[in-house]
């Protein structure tokens, strides 16, 4: 299964987003089953948990952007999503959807946010 995020632009700071992850290989009782995340990559910095939607349906955040993005999901496009306002500089980032399966975890390709000043 091969995810590809979307929805990655450039804007400026206080700006919205909407990234998505469409993972529609995925049988839906795998789908219901799974941990799903967003993480991003900043140049020179590791890869770091930016939110995460459990199995049973808690959201965790990233202090950091706690308030300011939102995760879900769609059972029937069997898409992941991440709702992005008032976006800061720091969250110029390349971003991944991530999906664990429990038995294999699929990462996307990454889509580039870029948040000027």
């Known amino acids: 299964v091969q995810l590809q995020a979307s929805g990655g632009g450039s804007v400026q700071a206080g700006g919205s987003l909407k990234l998505s992850c469409p993972a529609r290989?995925?049988?839906?009782?795998?789908?219901?089953?799974?941990?799903m995340a967003w993480y991003r990559q900043a140049a020179g910095k590791q890869r770091e948990l930016v939110a995460e939607l459990t199995i049973g349906g808690s959201t965790n955040y990233q202090n950091s952007v706690k308030g300011r993005f939102t995760i879900s999901k769609d059972n029937a496009k069997r898409t992941l999503y991440l709702q992005m306002n008032s976006l800061e500089p720091e969250d110029t980032a390349v971003y991944y959807c991530?999906?664990?399966?429990?038995?294999?975890?699929?990462w996307g390709q990454g889509t580039q946010v870029t948040v000027s000043s």
């Open positions: 991530n999906i664990d399966v429990g038995s294999q975890e699929y």
């Open positions: 290989r995925i049988i839906l009782s795998t789908w219901n089953r799974s941990r």
